[in-house]
C-alpha cells in the first residue's frame, strides 16, 4: 500500500486531511510534536476506516527532522505533504529561535520542510512516482538577505511571509531538478485565513473554512499530475515575483546549500 507522511497532522488542515487521506488508501505516517495529539489522530484516521501510523517530532529541532526521515526513509512512501507549519503568532509577539537558533518561522516552515524532503529524495525516487506538495501561502514578501534571521525590527508576520516566499521559490527549483524522475512537486496556499488555532493566535477572524482549504489540499494530493506550480486552492496562480526571480532562487539556493551562515541547513 502507498504511504503518505503528513507533517503537521494533528490540528487544522493536517487533521483535516489526515482521515480523507487514508480513506483515499494511503497509509497515513502522521506526524505531530504532541504524542497524545498524534495518539488521537491516528485514532481519527482509523475511525474512517484507514490506516495510520503516528511519529512525533519538533521541527523547530534539525536534529528531531533526521530522526523522522530515518524512520520512514525505508518505507513504501508515494506521497510526502509538508504541512507543518508556524504562523505569525500573537500580535506584537517578540522574536523566537528554535532550537539550533533560527528564526523560528524560518526553521519550522522553510529549513524543516527542505530538510526532510531532500533526506527522503532517495525513498520518493525508489517509489515513483511520487508527490511533493508544500503548503504554502499567497501572504509572502521580499527576502532580506542581510537579516535572514530577523534580529533587526522583529515582526512576526513578516518572518512568516518571508518564509512563505523562500518555500515557494525552493519548490520551483526542486520541481526543476526532479523533472523526469516521476517526483513532482508542487505548492499551494488552501485558502485565506482557514478557521484553524494559527490563525485564532493571531486574533484574525477567519476568512475560509477548513473544509475550503482541505479539498483544494486534497486534490493536489491525490490528483494533481503537473509539476512546478502555485495554486491559490484549486486554480494555478502567480506568486510574489521573487518567488520565480532566478537571482532571488540562486541567492536561497546559496544560502540553503550552507554558503549562508544564519540561514542555512550546513
Avoid at 171 to 187: P, Q, R, S, V, Y
Wanted: proline share 5%.
Amino acid at each position: 500500500m502507498s504511504e503518505v507522511l503528513l507533517t503537521g497532522a494533528t490540528s487544522g488542515l493536517g487533521r483535516w486531511l489526515a482521515p480523507r487521506l487514508g480513506r483515499a488508501g494511503l497509509t497515513v505516517l502522521l506526524h505531530g510534536r504532541d504524542p497524545d495529539k498524534v495518539e488521537r489522530g491516528v485514532a481519527e484516521v482509523e475511525a474512517a476506516g484507514g490506516k495510520a501510523e503516528g511519529f512525533v517530532a519538533d521541527l523547530a529541532s534539525l536534529a528531531a527532522v533526521d530522526r523522522l526521515a530515518r524512520q520512514v526513509e525505508d518505507r513504501a512512501l508515494t506521497h510526502l505533504v509538508n504541512n507543518a507549519g508556524v504562523g505569525f503568532g500573537e500580535r506584537g509577539g517578540a522574536r523566537e529561535v528554535s532550537a539550533d537558533g533560527y528564526e523560528l518561522r524560518w526553521a519550522v516552515n522553510l529549513l524543516a520542510p527542505v530538510r526532510l524532503t531532500r533526506a527522503l529524495l532517495p525513498t520518493l525516487r525508489r517509489n515513483a512516482p511520487a508527490r511533493v506538495v508544500n503548503v504554502g501561502s499567497l501572504g509572502q514578501e521580499p527576502i532580506d538577505f542581510g537579516d535572514l534571521q530577523q534580529e533587526r525590527r522583529y515582526d512576526g508576520v513578516r518572518a512568516y511571509r518571508r518564509s512563505k516566499l523562500a518555500l515557494a521559490a525552493w519548490t520551483f527549483d526542486l520541481a526543476a531538478e526532479l523533472d523526469g524522475t516521476g517526483i513532482t512537486a508542487n505548492c499551494l496556499h488552501p485558502a485565506t485565513f482557514m478557521d484553524t488555532e494559527m490563525v485564532r493566535e493571531y486574533g484574525q477572524t477567519p476568512f475560509s473554512t477548513v473544509d475550503e482549504g482541505g479539498a483544494a489540499t486534497l486534490r493536489l494530493i491525490l490528483d494533481e499530475t503537473r509539476s512546478g506550480l502555485f495554486f491559490d486552492g484549486e486554480r494555478v496562480a502567480e506568486p510574489h515575483p521573487d518567488a520565480k526571480d532566478p537571482a532571488v532562487r540562486a541567492r536561497l539556493r546559496a544560502v540553503l546549500e550552507g554558503s549562508g551562515p544564519r540561514g542555512d541547513l550546513a
